[in-house]
């Protein structure tokens, strides 16, 4: 069993930063890619960013790119996603989520991946 847990989220004004952590449980999370996704009401949930097991190699959405930094630091298992310059349409439950399938990174599909955060919710007021 994984247990992934978020923290971070919160209400800012439309340019501002917040900077969401998820700690994850386990000897295994170096050996995983990981992913950011979200959920806005009423709509289903996307893809943000992902982030290869070593952190080598990064990849984001197109309406996320530029703005939002996704790191990880394996030692302390935890994966982050800092975000900038904050839009309302930014408005979401941000969750973070373990890659399973192995497959060729990037992966962005919701599918493939198998354990998740509960959420943290992230609010951008104009």
């Known amino acids: 069993q994984v247990l992934l847990q978020e923290s971070g989220g919160g209400s800012v004004q439309a340019g501002g930063s917040l900077r969401l952590s998820c700690a994850a449980s386990g000897r295994t999370f170096s050996t995983y890619d990981m992913g950011w996704f979200r959920q806005a009401p009423g709509k289903e949930r996307e893809f943000v960013a992902t982030?290869?097991?070593?952190?080598?190699?990064?990849y984001y959405a197109d309406s996320v790119k530029g703005r939002f930094t996704i790191s990880r630091d394996n030692a302390k298992n935890t994966v982050y996603l800092q975000m900038n310059s904050l839009k309302p349409e930014d408005t979401a439950v941000y969750y973070c989520?373990?890659?399973?399938?192995?497959?060729?990174?990037?992966?962005?599909?919701?599918?493939?991946?198998?354990?998740w955060g509960q959420g943290t919710q992230v609010t951008v007021s104009s």
């Open positions: 989520a373990r890659e399973a399938s192995r497959s060729p990174f990037p992966v962005v599909v919701r599918h493939e991946y198998d354990y």
């Open positions: 982030i290869s097991r070593s952190g080598g190699r990064v």
